[in-house]
Each structure stands twice: as structure tokens, then as C-alpha cells.
């Protein structure tokens, strides 16, 4: 993201968690958006095109901040974003109904020096609870502007737009907060002693140094130690004697010396009335917080998901079956050679990727934005969050972790929403383990069918102890403590179901301009393959595992290795590769379990590898490979020794 | 008295965030700040988190037990519960 392209103009959206900047970024996006990685985080942005009069701009949704410490890898990520230069104007997206609490980042904002607009989003929300803002006193305040916004209607953003166009030209006066004197003078004397040298390595205004050192931030420390180790004891020895004065732990004087310029800044902006409440939400939300009424909530949130996953999803999928199938065969009918292996290959490509995205990304998805959008995912968490706390996992993992038993790929996408790098790549690896619905199905199709419905029940919650077992040997390797959750609970709300619908189809796309693509060249590669005849050569490689380690028939292994493309073309391939459809006549009742088992844990499918891939980076992908297949071998692997030795 | 102390329905004022930088700032950027008044509503569960009003900017924020006990309070009101 480093490239700029003459004449566009880069803007960056910034603000606390839940601000509705994403909304904003959604509303203005056009079809295409980009989603990567800074580089070497998993701490995600997003990035999209903008033409607005005549003008285009790159608008970058950065991850939400509270403040812009290193302590916290998504708001350093986003602090050095800002501190680069790389952003030609800011949007500072603050939600008016928090006016208070957001104002503390605007501050922070301010400080940096880098030019802004206040988006004063939810501002309709702010009057409902009776707070009007003066937006004009708040730019006289701040010397920004500021734009009363309703971003779920689409409210005031040509504006934004407008006021960054004018930005641009130049002429951004802001009006950082001046401390009480005792802090000035600090920040003075620590300003005459600069040195030049950290001057040069670090080209951003002094002042924002000096107050970072000052709020102990550790980047800007290391950074100060480094290069001139007397300057930062004297800064420390500064902070040391004005925490003194003023009887304050030294790690919050600062912050609380702009907390109070915040509570000022705040009451000189804005009138409280006395709010009216929205009775019928208030009611909802006080039955979904009471231990009953909330698991009795869960449950049926989680029934619903399940369903959509299920249901809906294999009627789909059935739907498209027959249709998609017969299109397969008739292309024997147009092609021959190589032209043929071209064709189907591509053509098997685009059936998987669409057998995914119609029957469960779209639902999934969908449940997913409702989920966010509404404010169900936080009561969820707060209800299981004691719970998955105990498996090393956190309130937050539970929807993943449900849209993992639809599809995996909705579910890897979903963990974007723990900000907690450590929490997400848990979470993240935990998802492959649980059988989502094209590992139900052989589940059902083998176990199901030929042993039993109390073994199948068995296999399941197995499969079950397995992902949260894995996850708590995950939580005791990495030994550093567990900061513990701390969320918003924002009001319940039914967003347009437009904002849904955009949000649903923009993650959809970032689906199908990666994911969908790598399954398409994979398909197309297996069917060269399979032209070439491999499938001896296969079975061969992977006889060590399938007769060695797991004690299956040879001809299994192509059927395992075609797995990784798709789950289910095991079950397909199944039938083909023994020779009959009668599977018991060939495997025995732990034989077909070993396979079960093997099947539902190892590598996952492209389409997951490739999710896992684009959210967390190659080495994800690949540990995730590694701890899977390891996983798989040794369980299936001890059931089918154990049958030998007993 | 920590914030996992207090009963629910109680209001209490924060006199003290003993805890880290890190802990400090996490907390703060949530607009818990020594002198906020906040009310217990609700205690999750299978020692779950806590559900807490920062009365002065009206929001919600749900809060873990561990980091609740590094905030010291003083109850203001207490309720009968």
C-alpha cells in the first residue's frame, strides 16, 4: 500500500472501535475493495476507490483505535499509518453519541498534526439521548471541521468529501489542547533540550514526541534511549516530578491532564437535555443480559445459524446439483484431449467455488453482518465469554467459531473482529478443526450410514473436544497472560438493510477475487493430473500413510489427496476408487471411522487454506497445514492401532 | 472495594486504576477514568465478565473479572439486592 498515484488524493479513516467508520468506508465504496495485511501483523485494512466530483480518492479504513499507544499492535499500526505522511487527510470518525470518550482520540489527533475532519457520525443517536453539539464551536475548538453525519442513511458524507477536497488546497490550523502551566512549562524546557539528532531520525513534530515520552509510551522510549539516553531520563525524571506534584500514578498523569481538557472541550460543545428511550429495545436487551433470557437467547440465535448453515445450505446445494453436474458432462460433448482437461478443469474450479459461495457463504454472511450490525455479537460474548475463557479462547471467538460449522471461510473472516492478534490466530486455527457442513455431510453419508446413529453423535462432540482441546494445549503454549475482555455493548439497533447487503457483498467479493481463483487454478492443475494418470503415482506417496499409519486400502490415498480441494470429493472419489458403493463390503466398521475421523481433521480445503492465507499470511496457512495433518495422523492413527492391538 | 466486589445495581466512582501502562490506557480508551461513576448492572455467568454503565457518556462496556479487579472504587449508592 506504499504506491501513490499522482493526482489522488489519500484519505485515511480513523476513530475508536464501533464508530461506524466501516459504514462510512461501505457507503462510499464502490463493488471493489481491497483487504490486506500491514505488513508483518495480522492487523487488517481495508482499502477501496472513491470518485467524487470529478476527483478520485483511495479512502483506507484503518482498524478502530482507542488511542494511538504502541502498547496495543492495531493502534501502533495505525499511529505510524498516520505519522508516515502516506495519508493526504484524515477522517476522525466519532460516534456523537460517545461524544465525550471519542473526543480523547481527536485530541490525540490533534497533536499529531496531521490534517483532518471530524465526521460527527450517529448523530441522530447523540439526540435521541438529548446531546446536541455545537458543531461550529467544536471547530473553533479544535480547528477542524466538523460534519454532523448519519452514515447508515448516507447523511453529510459529500460534505466530508467536500471538506477533504478544500483540506488538500492547504490551510489546516488545528488547535491542539494547551495543558495546565506546570505541564507546558514541562513540555517547554523538554522542547529547548531536543536534540537535533533524534530531530532527524524521527521527522514528526517535536511536541508529539515529547508528549508521547511523557505518556510513557515504549516505541517512543526505545526510540529516545537509542539516540540520546540523556534526553529520555530527563524526560522520564520530568514525568517522575510532575506525577509527584500532582499526587498521580505516573503511568496516568498525562492522560489525565487531557482527560480533564476533554471533559471541558466537552461540556463547552455540547447541551444535555434529558433523553427518551427507546422502550421496546431497552426491554430486549434487559431480557438478553439476564442469565436466562440470555442463554435462552444464545441458543436460539445459535439454532437459527445452525439452521441457515444446514437447511437452507444443502437445500441450495442440492438445488444446484443436478444442473451443475449435468453442465459437466456435457462439455464431453464439445471438447476433446486437452481442450477437454482445460475446460473441466476450469469449469470444476468455478462449480466448487460457487457450491461454496451460493449455498453457504451468502446466509453465513449475511448472519454475520445481522450478528455485527445489530449488537448481538457483544451480549453473545458477555454470556459465553466465562466459558471459552477456560479454553484459552474469548467471548468474542464464539461466532466464528459457530460459522465454523457452516463453512470455514466465513468463519476465518469473522475473526476480524478480535483485535487481540494473539486471541484471532488461536481462533483462526481452531476453525479448520470443526466440521463444517461438507464434513457433516461425509459424516453423516459414512459414520451416518454405517455405524450408527450413537457413533455419529460420538464423532461429532468428539470432533467438538478435539477443537477445544487443541485450543487449550494452543493457550498453554503461549505462556504470556491474558489481558482479559473488555468490549462495548452499543444499543441494539436494526441497521438498513442495504448497509447489510453492501457489507455482505463486498466481503463476497474479497472471496471471489482471491479464494475463488486459487480453487479454479487448483481444480484446473488436478485435472492435468489426473490426464496424466497420477493417480497410481499417488497412491503409491501416500501408502505409507494410508495402508501404513491409518491400516486403509491403498487406493483411499487419491481420495484423501483430492479432499484438499474439496471435502466432499472424498465421499465422491469413495466409491469410484474401491471399485463399488457398498463401502462396508470393503472397510471394516474402525476402518470407516479411521477414515471419518482422518478426513474431518486433516489439511483443510483450498478454499480454507487460501482464506487463512489471505487473513493471516502464509505462514498461518502453513502452520495450520502442519497442525492439522499432525492432529489427524496421530488421533486416526491411535483409533486404528488400538483396533489392532486390542 | 474493586468493581468485581460491588453488588449489582450498585454506583460507585473509580478512585484508582491499579494495573500496568498497557491495563491503564486499555481501560481509559473505554472512558474509565479515576473520578467516572459507573454502575454495576450485571455479573456474567460462569465467572464471566461484568456489564458496566460509565454513567457520564451513557455507554455500555462489558469488562473481565480480571481487569475489574485492578479498578478500586468507592460505592456511591448501594441497592438491596
Redesign the interface.
Known sequence: MNHKKTGEITIALAG?PNCGKSTIFNAVAGFRVNTGNFAGTTVSFTETQVHFEGQTFRLIDLPGT??I?S??PAEKVARDFLLSGQADVVINVVDS??L??SL?FTLQLLEMNVPMVIALNMFDDAQK?GIEIDTRKLQELTGAEAYPVVAVRGIGIPELFRAVLKLTRGGFHPVPPVYDRDVEEDIQKLQENYPAALKTSLPIDPRFVIIRLLE?D?AFEQKAEEIDPDFSRLAAETRRRSAELHN??E??VF??HR?AIVLNLFEQVTRVRP?SRLAVAERLDRFL???IGG?LGVMVLFLLMFSAAFGLGNFISELLEGPLVAGGNALGGFFSGIALVIVSGLYSGMVAGAGIVLPYLIPLLLMMAIFEDTGLL?RI???????L?RFGLH?KSVVPLILGYGCSVPALMATRNLENPRDRVRTMLIIPFIACSARTVIILALAGKYLGAFATTLIYLGNLAIALGVCFLLSRSGAKA?????????RLRMPPGRIILKKVWLRLYEFLAFAWIVIIISSLALAFLSYLGIDQAINGTLAPLSSGVLRLPREIGITLFLGIFRKELTLIMLAQALGTSNISTLLSHTQILVLVVFTVLYIPCIATLSTLWKEGGWKLAAGSVLLNTTVAVVIAGAIAWTAVLL | MTLVEIKEGNVAEIKKLSGGRSFIEKIQGFGLFVGSKVRLERKAPFRGPLLVEDIENDARIMIGRGMAAKVEVEVLESKKS
Do not use: C, T
Open positions: 475508536q482507542y488511542s499507544s502498547h496495543d453519541s460517545l465525550s470518550r480523547e439521548k510513557m515504549k498521580w500514578p503511568e496516568n492522560s489525565s482527560h433523553r443480559i439476564n442469565p442463554f457483544p460474548a458477555f454470556m459465553v465469554d466465562g466459558i475463557h467471548g491474558d489481558p482479559g475482555i473488555i468490549m462495548d455493548v452499543p
